[in-house]
């Protein structure tokens, strides 16, 4: 069986400056601006959370895609989509901003929701994941299956945040995971734990509520 083919959207990883080592060689950490912001150059420091959207996921049906993705997507979700707003006080122009992106999956006791997973993505990024996600939305609704390619997988990713479209033999779907991403683009889409899919025909709503958390970050970062 040949292996997927993957058409991934990537940007540049933006360094904080003020991160840096002792010979000014940035340092590892955290994979975003945000993160290392926060844990290093804010203090004392306000962090607000805004909250955008929160989207609800119907169970579907995958009869041709392996068991795992299949029993996962059989489930209902919820996808909650926050700006992160971090800033020291007194400092106007000293501040930070990111995408938050949580899944939800009922935990079977009482209704309530359980925390699958949660990802950020810096703020500046943003404004392309939205389009990214419009574009994938459009290209899997229009693209006919190829009967010579076994899988297909669209995916943008950045910081701890990863949305992508997976088609296997004809029948699509759209996921969204959260965690650590050299771990995540080694795996195959449904070999990852922290993974909500999503119905091709939802992602344009998945796009408007990126666009508005896109829109939130301009305005905060305005002010």
Same mark, same amino acid.
């Given at each position: 069986?040949?292996?997927?083919?993957?058409?991934? =959207?990537? +940007?540049? !990883?933006?360094?904080?400056?003020?991160?840096?080592?002792?010979?000014?060689?940035?340092? @590892?950490?955290?994979?975003?601006?945000?993160?290392?912001?926060?844990?290093?150059?804010?203090?004392?420091?306000? #962090?607000?959370?805004?909250?955008?959207?929160? !989207?609800?996921?119907?169970?579907?049906? /995958?009869?041709?895609?392996?068991?795992?993705?299949?029993?996962?997507?059989?489930?209902?979700?919820?996808?909650?989509?926050?700006?992160?707003?971090?800033?020291?006080?007194?400092?106007?122009?000293?501040?930070? /901003?990111? !995408? #938050? *992106?949580? =899944?939800?999956?009922?935990? @079977?006791?009482?209704?309530? =929701?359980?925390?699958?997973?949660?990802?950020?993505?810096?703020?500046?990024?943003?404004?392309? =994941?939205?389009?990214?996600?419009?574009?994938?939305?459009?290209?899997?609704?229009?693209?006919?299956?190829?009967?010579?390619?076994?899988?297909?997988?669209?995916?943008?990713? $950045?910081?701890?945040?990863?949305? @992508?479209?997976?088609?296997? #033999?004809? %029948?699509?779907?759209?996921?969204?995971?959260? $965690?650590? +991403?050299?771990? /995540?683009?080694?795996?195959?889409?449904?070999?990852?734990?922290?993974? /909500?899919?999503?119905?091709?025909? %939802?992602?344009?709503? *998945?796009?408007?509520?990126?666009?508005?958390?896109?829109?939130?970050?301009?305005?905060?970062?305005?002010?």
């Amino acid at each position: 069986m040949r292996g997927p083919v993957t058409l991934a =959207l990537t +940007l540049p !990883l933006v360094l904080a400056p003020a991160i840096a080592g002792a010979n000014g060689d940035p340092v @590892g950490g955290p994979p975003t601006v945000f993160e290392r912001f926060v844990l290093s150059a804010c203090t004392p420091c306000v #962090r607000e959370t805004h909250a955008i959207a929160s !989207l609800p996921i119907a169970p579907m049906a /995958l009869p041709g895609f392996p068991r795992t993705a299949a029993s996962a997507a059989a489930r209902p979700g919820e996808i909650a989509i926050d700006v992160q707003h971090a800033y020291q006080p007194g400092r106007p122009d000293w501040r930070s /901003l990111a !995408l #938050r *992106v949580t =899944l939800l999956v009922p935990s @079977g006791v009482g209704g309530d =929701l359980f925390r699958l997973g949660s990802g950020l993505l810096d703020g500046t990024d943003v404004r392309p =994941l939205a389009q990214a996600v419009g574009d994938m939305a459009r290209l899997s609704a229009q693209a006919p299956a190829d009967a010579r390619v076994d899988s297909v997988d669209m995916d943008f990713h $950045g910081g701890t945040v990863r949305i @992508g479209v997976v088609r296997i #033999r004809g %029948d699509a779907v759209g996921y969204v995971q959260t $965690g650590d +991403l050299p771990i /995540l683009l080694q795996r195959a889409v449904w070999e990852v734990p922290t993974t /909500l899919y999503v119905p091709v025909k %939802d992602l344009p709503a *998945v796009a408007a509520a990126l666009g508005q958390a896109a829109a939130r970050i301009e305005q905060l970062r305005a002010n």
